[in-house]
């Protein structure tokens, strides 16, 4: 009897300690760690050294946890506007924090870059970069156009290197240095690399520059 009351107490003060936003970076630790295929509820409770009914005190359920974690990504990103920047520079402040995301948590980086737009956490967030976008000197229409090509255009890259990234990781913590695609590798890693986002996006900026804003804010003439 006494060890089971002990056990609730426990619980109790568990419950207690913990808060949702210990739970979610202890779901990011373990994804960053052991991937995203480990992000379970009662892998979880293990990592944190509690029940797993002590976890649902503070998120609801798995799906619950996600939208935890990528509300805390969205933190992490801290977009902060630079007053009098253009929208050029507002774009490319809020693609280059994503693109430091991608590098600080590849694991997890694709439950906000896949995170559908309606997704609680995802909306609020990308209306506020509309926002940011309409102050910098565009009207609405053109902030959500130019706001849904240059995200497209950083979910893909940024999913595929950081899916290479990891797999690279466990290669070689796998100690694996061979394969079918291993000769041909060199001579193809500069197309997935990071400076190549880097220009991808200049030239994205300067296609947009010209064909979304300058027409439409550019004098007629008869």
Same mark, same amino acid.
């Given at each position: ?5 002990e ?23 373990l ?10 509820m009662?892998? &979880?409770?293990?990592?944190? +050294?509690? *029940?797993p009914?002590s @976890?649902y005190?503070?998120? /609801?359920? !798995? ?5 935890a974690?990528v ?7 801290a977009?902060?506007?630079v007053?009098?920047?253009?929208w050029q520079?507002?774009v ?8 430091e ?5 590849p694991?997890?980086?694709e439950?906000?870059?896949?995170a ?5 956490p ?14 910098a ?5 053109q902030?959500?156009?130019? &706001?849904?090509?240059?995200d +497209?255009? *950083?979910?893909?890259? @940024?999913?595929?290197?950081? /899916?290479? !990234? ?36 200049e030239?994205l900026?300067a ?11 550019a004098?007629?003439?008869?």
């Amino acid at each position: 009897m006494a060890s089971r009351q002990e056990a609730t107490r426990t619980a109790l003060e568990q419950r207690q300690t913990l808060t949702r936003a210990d739970v979610t970076s202890a779901a990011i630790a373990l994804v960053e760690r052991d991937g995203l295929e480990t992000l379970t509820m009662r892998r &979880l409770a293990a990592e944190l +050294g509690c *029940a797993p009914m002590s @976890l649902y005190t503070h998120v /609801r359920s !798995r799906d619950d946890l996600v939208d935890a974690i990528v509300a805390q990504l969205i933190e992490r990103l801290a977009l902060r506007e630079v007053p009098g920047e253009s929208w050029q520079d507002a774009v490319r402040r809020t693609l280059r924090a994503y693109r430091e995301l991608a590098v600080d948590v590849p694991h997890a980086f694709e439950l906000l870059a896949l995170a559908p737009y309606d997704a609680a956490p995802v909306a609020p967030h990308l209306a506020n970069v509309v926002g940011s976008l309409e102050r910098a000197g565009l009207d609405r229409e053109q902030a959500r156009q130019i &706001l849904g090509i240059v995200d +497209g255009y *950083a979910t893909g890259f @940024l999913v595929v290197w950081a /899916r290479g !990234r990891v797999a690279r990781s466990g290669a070689s913590s796998a100690g694996e240095s061979s394969g079918p695609g291993a000769a041909i590798a060199p001579d193809v890693a500069g197309m997935r690399d990071l400076a190549t986002f880097d220009q991808g996006l200049e030239a994205l900026i300067a296609g947009l520059d010209a064909t979304l804003v300058e027409p439409a804010t550019a004098p007629r003439h008869p």
